[in-house]
């Protein structure tokens, strides 16, 4: 996932890019979902969760060197606050309310 901190003149063009973004990486077959969420708190902060079937965290940061992404990081860097805050998870666990 990854933290974002918009410019407030910038989040109509920020949403623009990651609708865009969304958009394309929904195109690729190791793709499974993407989450976008606002801060309650703070509406020019964001967190963009994507959800990958990658065989591994390499394999993922391989991936992520698509020409769609390079344009997405150099469209938005000139829209936020300040340096986006990425992070790589290794799931876990997950838990579903079950199907009734």
């Known amino acids: 996932y990854e933290k974002l901190h918009v410019k407030p003149e910038c989040v109509a063009q920020w949403r623009q890019a990651s609708d ?3 958009a394309a ?8 979902a993407c ?10 902060q964001f ?9 591994s965290v390499e394999s993922f940061l ?6 769609y992404r390079l344009a997405y990081d150099a469209r938005i860097e000139s829209l936020l606050q300040r340096p986006r ?3 790589v998870l290794e799931p ?9």
């Open 35 to 44: 989450y976008l969420h606002r801060d309650a708190n703070d509406p020019n």
């Open 47 to 55: 967190t963009l969760y994507e959800r990958w079937a990658e065989p």
């Open 20 to 22: 865009d973004i969304a």
């Open 85 to 87: 805050e990425p992070q």
């Open 25 to 32: 990486m929904s195109l690729e077959p190791e793709f499974r």
């Open 92 to 100: 876990l666990g997950e838990w579903l309310r079950p199907v009734s």
């Open 62 to 67: 391989r991936n992520q060197m698509k020409p």
